[in-house]
T-cell receptor, first 109, second 120 residues
Framework: GQNIDQPTEMTATEGAIVQINCTYQ??????LFWYQQHAGEAPTFLSY????GLEEKGRFSSFLSRSKGYSYLLLKELQMKDSASYLC??????????FGDGTTLTVKP | DTGVSQNPRHKITKRGQNVTFRCDPI?????LYWYRQTLGQGPEFLTYFQNEAQLEKSRLLSDRFSAERPKGSFSTLEIQRTEQGDSAMYLCASSLEAPVPTGGWRETQYFGPGTRLLVL
């Protein structure tokens, strides 16, 4: 089976930095995605990692360690609009991706 | 708008009725996915098409669910004899696999706005 674990909820302060962790155990691995999903809306793509290391994209960075089955999403200079659910998804093989249940981030003033 | 579109956006139906949803992917994307999402959960894979071929179907999908993608363009998802447990957001996503400069391939799924189904 496929297993992806993320914390259910996190809270952070506007302007701060927050790290959302994701661990996975899957039968295959062809890349890891992070998506942002606001309440009632569809997921939107944030980042993609297929090799170990850090990928930086503006205020958002994503890290992957394939040997540890571990990734994190780092959000800097938090803004109120960053309050959303953040989904970690593993592409198990072509055509099949498995999603975690998401981490609901609340940004407080 | 050249993104993924889904219709209808909302559907309320009575238990036992059939419903059909439509997804129009990004035109150059050859892969199309259907997911189901309930509150507090991540998207759950239902089925996947490459062009017009349905290559995989989740074992969680009962025989009441069927999907088609005629001519490899838009797709429809039909639920027959709906049950209250079918109430969920149904998401469609499309993708195109592209080479990565560092080697290998990358596939990013772009989601449509979803169809929210409520079965009474």
């Amino acid at each position: 089976g496929q297993n992806i674990d993320q914390p259910t909820e996190m809270t952070a302060t506007e302007g701060a930095i927050v790290q959302i962790n994701c661990t996975y155990q899957t039968s295959g691995f062809n890349g890891l995605f992070w998506y942002q999903q606001h309440a009632g809306e569809a997921p939107t793509f944030l980042s993609y990692n297929v090799l170990d290391g850090l990928e930086e994209k503006g205020r958002f960075s994503s890290f992957l360690s394939r040997s540890k089955g571990y990734s994190y999403l780092l959000l800097k200079e938090l803004q109120m609009k960053d309050s959303a659910s953040y989904l970690c998804a593993v592409r198990v093989y072509a055509g099949k991706s498995t999603f975690g249940d998401g981490t609901t981030l609340t940004v407080k003033p | 708008d050249t993104g993924v579109s889904q219709n209808p956006r909302h559907k309320i139906t009575k238990r036992g009725q059939n419903v059909t949803f439509r997804c129009d992917p990004i035109s150059e994307h050859n892969r199309l996915y259907w997911y189901r999402q309930t509150l507090g959960q991540g998207p759950e894979f239902l089925t996947y098409f490459q062009n017009e071929a349905q290559l995989e179907k989740s074992r969680l999908l009962s025989d009441r669910f069927s999907a088609e993608r005629p001519k490899g363009s838009f797709s429809t998802l039909e639920i027959q004899r709906t049950e209250q447990g079918d109430s969920a957001m149904y998401l469609c996503a499309s993708s195109l696999e592209a080479p990565v400069p560092t080697g290998g391939w990358r596939e990013t799924q772009y989601f449509g706005p979803g169809t929210r189904l409520l079965v009474l």
